[in-house]
C-alpha cells in the first residue's frame, strides 16, 4: 500500500493555447499537510513525493529507460508540453528538500549525515531553480506561476545559505521571499489563500531578523532580548523552523558566555565572592534573564520547560563548585581563604537554585488554582466574560485539580524555604533570614487554606471553618512580618498575601452558610409548616408567604387575646418559731442585792 488518498489527483493534461497556472504554494503546504509534516514526519513525506514523482512520470510516459536500462531524460523548455512535467520537478524539490530535514536531526553528531544533508539542499535548490527558469521560459505559464517559481527558488536557496551561515545572501533571499508572497496575498481575492501566503511571509519574517542580527544590523536592542524574541516567534513557527531555533540557541549561549565574562563576583550575606567557574557564571546569567524569558512565554507549559532547563544549570553549577571545593580541601597547598570563598559561593548558588525551584513549584500551585473559583481573585486578576469562557473551556479540557494537589505542592514550596534557612551562614543574616521566615508564613496560609478546601469539598464544615480560621491567623501574622522585613525574592508571593485574606473571608462565609442548611433540613420544615390559622405574631420566626395578609381582613394578631395562667402572690406562714427552744439565760440575769 502506498498510503496516499484514492482521490490524490495527478494534474491532467492542459490545452497547448491555456495558460499554466501553478500555485506552487498551496500544493507544496498541501501536501505537506497530509503526508506526515504536520507530526514533522519527514520520511512520510519524502516516501510520498517518490511515488507521486513515479506517477507523474509513468502517466507522462516519460520514465529514465525501461526495466534494466537506463536512460536518463532531462526536462527542457521544448519538452514542457503539459503542466505535469512543472509538477515533476517541484516534486523532486519538494523530496531533495525532505531528505535534508530527515538528516537535521542527526546531523549534529554524525559528520557524515550532515555532508548530505549538504548536498540534497543543494539538489533541492537545483531544482527550484530549474523550476524557476522552466517557468519563465515557457510562454504559457502565467505571471502567477512565474512569481511563486521566484519566491520558492528564492526560499530554498535562503534556506541552503542559513546552513551554510551565509548570512548575507540568506538575508536577500529571504527579503525577497516575504516581497513576493506579501504581494500575491495582496492581489488575492479568496480569503482563505491570502491566509495562506501571509503565514508564509511570517514564517520568513524569524529568518530575516536572525540574518539582520547575525550580520549586526540590528542596533538599539540588547542582544539577549532580541535573541529571546526571535526563540519564541521560531518556537511558535511550524516545525521547518527547528534548525532556526537551534541556531538562535547557540547563538543565546554565544551572548551568555561573553556577558558571563564580566561577572567576575557576587554579593553574598555582605561580602563579595569571586566567580572563577564559567559554568556558574553562565548559569547565573541565564537566571537574570530568566524573568524576561517567563514573561515572554505564552503558555504555562512554555514556562513549566524553562524553569527545567534553568534547574538543570543549577544542578551542574552546583557540582561544578562541589568539585572545586573537594580539590581544593584535598590539595596539599590549601588555602583557608579560597575554602571559605568557595563554602560562601556554594551556598549561594544553592540559593538561587532553591530559589527557583520554589518559583516553578508556585508557578504549578498558580496554575492549579485558576481552576477554582477564587483563582482570578486570588491571583489579582478580573476576568472578562469572553476569557472566562476561554478558561472554562481550556479546564473543561484537562484533568480536574483537586486542591489536596495544591496542599502538596505548598508541601514542596515550604520543603524549599526550610532548606534555605539551613544554608550555611544564613544565620549571620538576619535581615534575610526575617525575609524568609516572613515567606514562609506565607506559604504556611497558601497550604492551610487549600487544606481548608480539601475538608469543603468533603463537606466536612467543621474542620474547614477551624482551618479557616487559622489561615486568617497566618495571613495576619505574616502580613506582620512582611512589613517588616520586605523580601527581595519571591516577591509575587507577598503581594499575594494581601488577596488571600479577603478570598478567606468569603469562602469562611460560604461554609458557614453551608454548615447551617446541612444542620437544619429546612426543606423538611417547610413541607410541614402550616400557617393558615396562626396569626402572624405567632410565627414571626417562620419564613412562608400568606397572601391572606394582603387582603382587608389580616391575620396580625388574636383579638381579643387569650387568657394565661398567671403565678399568684405567695403567702408567707411562720411554721418554724413553734418549734425553737430557747436557751435558759437565767445566770446571766443580775441579781439584786438584798
Known amino acids: 500500500t502506498t498510503g496516499d488518498s484514492t482521490q490524490e489527483s495527478i494534474p491532467s493534461a492542459i490545452k497547448e493555447d491555456e495558460p499554466y497556472c501553478v500555485e506552487i504554494l498551496l500544493i507544496v503546504k498541501d501536501s505537506q499537510a497530509q503526508h506526515g509534516l504536520r507530526h514533522n514526519d519527514y520520511s512520510r513525506y519524502r516516501a510520498y513525493c517518490a511515488r507521486r514523482i513515479h506517477r507523474i512520470r509513468k502517466s507522462l510516459h ?24 512543472l509538477h ?14 530527515e538528516l537535521r536531526p542527526q546531523s549534529n553528531t554524525e559528520a557524515r549525515k550532515h555532508f548530505t544533508l549538504l548536498k540534497k539542499l543543494r539538489r ?31 526560499w530554498m536557496h535562503g534556506t541552503r545559505q542559513l546552513d551554510l551561515k551565509d548570512y548575507r545572501n540568506a538575508l536577500d533571499s529571504f527579503r525577497t521571499t516575504r516581497t513576493i508572497y506579501e504581494r500575491l496575498s495582496d492581489a488575492l481575492v479568496d480569503e482563505e489563500q491570502r491566509r495562506v501566503y501571509l503565514s508564509r511571509a511570517q514564517e520568513v519574517e524569524p529568518n530575516i531578523q536572525y540574518c539582520a542580527y547575525q550580520m549586526g544590523q540590528m542596533q538599539g536592542m540588547t542582544d539577549i532580548n532580541k535573541l529571546m524574541e526571535l526563540r519564541k516567534q521560531a518556537a511558535a513557527m511550524s516545525g521547518t523552523q527547528e534548525f532556526l531555533a537551534a541556531e538562535i540557541d547557540i547563538a543565546l549561549s554565544q551572548v551568555r558566555e561573553k ?50 532547563t534553568i534547574l538543570s544549570e543549577s544542578q551542574q553549577a552546583v557540582q561544578s563548585v562541589q568539585d572545586d571545593l573537594k580539590l581544593e580541601n584535598s590539595s596539599k597547598r590549601r588555602s583557608e581563604t579560597l575554602c571559605s570563598q568557595l563554602q560562601q559561593l556554594l551556598s549561594y548558588v544553592s540559593f538561587v537554585r532553591l530559589t527557583k525551584t520554589a518559583e516553578r513549584n508556585l508557578l504549578m500551585a498558580h496554575h492549579m488554582s485558576q481552576q477554582f473559583t477564587f483563582g482570578p481573585q486570588l491571583a489579582g486578576t478580573t476576568a472578562s ?42 544565620e549571620d543574616d ?13 506559604f504556611r496560609a497558601f497550604r492551610c487554606f487549600f487544606s481548608a478546601e480539601t475538608y469543603t469539598s468533603a463537606r466536612k464544615w467543621k474542620e474547614a471553618l477551624a482551618l479557616y480560621e487559622r489561615t486568617s491567623l497566618l495571613v495576619r501574622d505574616a502580613e506582620g512580618q512582611l512589613t517588616q522585613y520586605r523580601p527581595s525574592v519571591l ?14 473571608r468569603g469562602r469562611h462565609c460560604a461554609a458557614q452558610a453551608s454548615y447551617i442548611l446541612d444542620m437544619e433540613d429546612v426543606t423538611d420544615k417547610m413541607r410541614t409548616l402550616d400557617v393558615a390559622d396562626k396569626p402572624l405574631l405567632d410565627r414571626l420566626d417562620s419564613i412562608a408567604v400568606d397572601k391572606g395578609l394582603t387582603t382587608g381582613q389580616p391575620n396580625v394578631i388574636a383579638f381579643p387575646p387569650d387568657f394565661e395562667p ?29
Not at 389 to 411: F, I, L, N
Request: hydrophobic letters at 40%; proline letters at 3%.
Open 124 to 154: 533541492a535548490e537545483q531544482y527550484a531553480v530549474e523550476l524557476e527558469d522552466l517557468c519563465n521560459a515557457c510562454p504559457q505559464a502565467d505571471a502567477r506561476t512565474k512569481l511563486e517559481a521566484q519566491a520558492y527558488a528564492a
Open 491 to 504: 516577591k509575587d508571593e507577598a503581594a499575594a498575601a494581601g488577596r488571600l485574606s479577603e478570598v478567606v
Open 385 to 426: 466574560p469572553a476569557a472566562s469562557g476561554e478558561a472554562a473551556a481550556a479546564a473543561s479540557s484537562v484533568k480536574t485539580v483537586k486542591p489536596e494537589e495544591a496542599v502538596r505542592v505548598y508541601d514542596l514550596v515550604l520543603q524549599n524555604v526550610s532548606d534555605m534557612l539551613d544554608l550555611g551562614g544564613m
Open 62 to 85: 516519460f520514465q529514465h529507460g525501461h526495466k534494466s536500462r537506463y536512460n536518463q531524460k532531462k526536462i527542457t523548455v521544448e519538452k514542457v508540453t503539459d503542466v505535469r512535467y
Open 566 to 594: 398567671i403565678a399568684c402572690k405567695p403567702l408567707f406562714f411562720d411554721l418554724a418559731l413553734n418549734h425553737i427552744e430557747y436557751p435558759d439565760l437565767d445566770g446571766r440575769l443580775e441579781r439584786q442585792q438584798s
Open 259 to 308: 556577558q558571563a565574562a564580566k561577572l567576575q563576583e557576587v554579593s553574598w550575606h555582605g561580602n563579595l565572592v569571586p566567580v572563577r567557574s564559567e559554568k556558574v557564571r553562565v548559569f547565573l546569567v541565564h537566571v537574570q534573564d530568566s524573568k524576561a524569558e517567563a514573561e515572554r512565554a505564552e503558555t504555562h507549559e512554555a514556562r513549566m520547560e524553562l524553569y527545567d
Open 430 to 442: 538576619e535581615q534575610l533570614t526575617g525575609e524568609v521566615s516572613a515567606l514562609r508564613l506565607c
Open 88 to 101: 515533476l520537478v517541484l516534486m523532486s524539490a519538494e523530496r531533495a528538500w525532505a531528505y535534508a530535514m
